[in-house]
């Protein structure tokens, strides 16, 4: 199980390693940029408020404080990355295993979770507000009033050749990994 650090007081304390599957994990704290102005930024240096979940080395997981549904948790990385493209394959990975390991504890915590909804807004027309990326975390459960709007043309499918165009354009843009 990932070792976890849950503060009984509301401002983050640095940490300097922790212990991931009795594998020691250590990161730089020079390594970490933060932005003064970024409030995500303002959490993970202790300086703001905020209800934690979770914090090693490279991610930080609160409460968010605007929730959609009660149990709305947020995953940042503990550096200001302001969207997906700059992004670390490490980063990006962590953030994703630690969002998994809190589904699961949002599903066995007692709160109403009978389903979770992991979004990322990357950039404005996404709908991304604050530019440090961050991983929402939603409980669901049947009723809860919450819905994704899809758009009216939803549910026509486009024919495999507008597809296989599709497709090709998205691969003509993939970076070497």
Known sequence: MIASMVQSSRK?????????????????????????AC??????AGNADASLVYKDDLVTAFMDIQPLLRGHLLVIPNAHIPDLSTLDRKLNNRMFEVACNLAQALRTSGLQC????????DGRAAGQTVFHCHLHLIPRFVGDGFRIQFPPHYGTRPDRG???RLAAMVKAGLKPS
């Open 162 to 164: 507008e597809l296989d």
């Open 114 to 121: 009978e389903g979770v909804n992991l979004f990322l807004a």
């Open 12 to 36: 983050a304390k640095s940490v300097s390693s922790i212990m991931l599957d009795g594998v020691g994990l250590t990161l730089k704290d020079a390594s970490m940029k933060l932005d003064p």
């Open 39 to 44: 409030i995500f930024c303002k959490i993970i």
